[in-house]
């Protein structure tokens, strides 16, 4: 079940932002962070794992309060990567992915989720865009979102304004395709405004929204 509320179209987000902020004023940004393999499958399961992409997110992260999920994310992250922060037996990028992410204020949006694992989480069974909107009028840094249900409910209302990907080199041949249930009303033009390969071959990707 959505967790939003009618749609804003891109003109009356736009209005909405001008008569809320003035034309002056800077929103905080919402980043859509995600991996995918070649052929574009967002599986968790189907990707490679590598310091190198940890390094990568870890300094995303430094960028970034709050996170935002929705139930099935926050509980694959929560509470393997604080167990992982507290375990000196793991990798030196493992342990600083884990302690940078602990740290950040996380927000869920779930109606079933009863209550969250860590003390930094809150839980929103309101309406998303609503929530989103107050967030990006807050100061502080900006927001991140993760996960697959969530964001593409987010791109939908015309809410991110940075797009994070990493294409894996690899072509998994099933799973769930990025993005393959978003519809929307006209095609979303974005510019690539940064491109690195890491050391495991992975393209890590940064598109701004036009």
Same mark, same amino acid.
């Given at each position: 079940?959505?967790?939003?509320?009618?749609?804003?179209?891109?003109?009356?987000?736009?209005?909405?932002?001008?008569?809320?902020?003035?034309?002056?004023?800077?929103?905080?940004?919402?980043?859509?962070?995600?991996?995918?393999?070649?052929?574009?499958?967002?599986?968790?399961?189907?990707?490679?794992?590598?310091?190198?992409?940890?390094?990568?997110?870890?300094?995303?992260?430094?960028? =970034?309060? %709050?996170? !935002?999920? #929705?139930?099935?994310?926050?509980? *694959?992250?929560?509470?393997?990567? +604080? &167990?992982?922060?507290?375990?000196?037996?793991?990798?030196?990028?493992?342990?600083?992915?884990?302690?940078?992410?602990?740290?950040?204020?996380?927000?869920?949006?779930?109606?079933?989720?009863?209550?969250?694992?860590?003390?930094?989480?809150?839980?929103?069974?309101?309406?998303?865009?609503?929530?989103?909107?107050?967030?990006?009028?807050?100061?502080?840094?900006?927001?991140?979102?993760?996960?697959?249900?969530?964001?593409?409910?987010?791109?939908?209302?015309?809410?991110?304004?940075?797009?994070?990907?990493? =294409?894996? %080199?690899? !072509?998994? #041949?099933?799973?769930?395709?990025? *993005?393959?249930?978003?519809?929307? +009303? &006209?095609?979303?033009?974005?510019?690539?405004?940064?491109?690195?390969?890491?050391?495991?071959?992975?393209?890590?990707?940064?598109?701004?929204?036009?």
């Amino acid at each position: 079940m959505p967790l939003n509320g009618p749609a804003l179209s891109p003109t009356n987000f736009r209005k909405h932002w001008y008569i809320d902020r003035g034309q002056d004023n800077q929103m905080r940004k919402l980043i859509y962070a995600i991996n995918v393999t070649l052929d574009g499958c967002c599986d968790h399961t189907k990707g490679i794992g590598g310091d190198d992409i940890l390094e990568h997110y870890t300094q995303l992260l430094r960028e =970034v309060d %709050p996170l !935002v999920y #929705g139930r099935k994310t926050y509980q *694959l992250m929560v509470p393997y990567w +604080p &167990e992982v922060a507290k375990n000196p037996l793991e990798t030196k990028a493992s342990i600083e992915f884990a302690r940078t992410f602990d740290s950040i204020n996380k927000i869920v949006f779930s109606r079933s989720l009863d209550s969250a694992e860590d003390s930094n989480t809150r839980i929103v069974r309101g309406n998303l865009q609503d929530e989103i909107l107050k967030l990006k009028q807050e100061s502080g840094k900006n927001i991140m979102a993760g996960g697959v249900d969530i964001p593409s409910q987010l791109i939908e209302l015309g809410l991110v304004d940075e797009y994070r990907v990493v =294409v894996q %080199p690899i !072509v998994a #041949g099933a799973g769930r395709r990025l *993005l393959e249930d978003v519809n929307l +009303p &006209e095609s979303l033009h974005l510019k690539l405004v940064e491109s690195k390969v890491l050391k495991s071959g992975c393209v890590a990707l940064r598109y701004l929204k036009q």
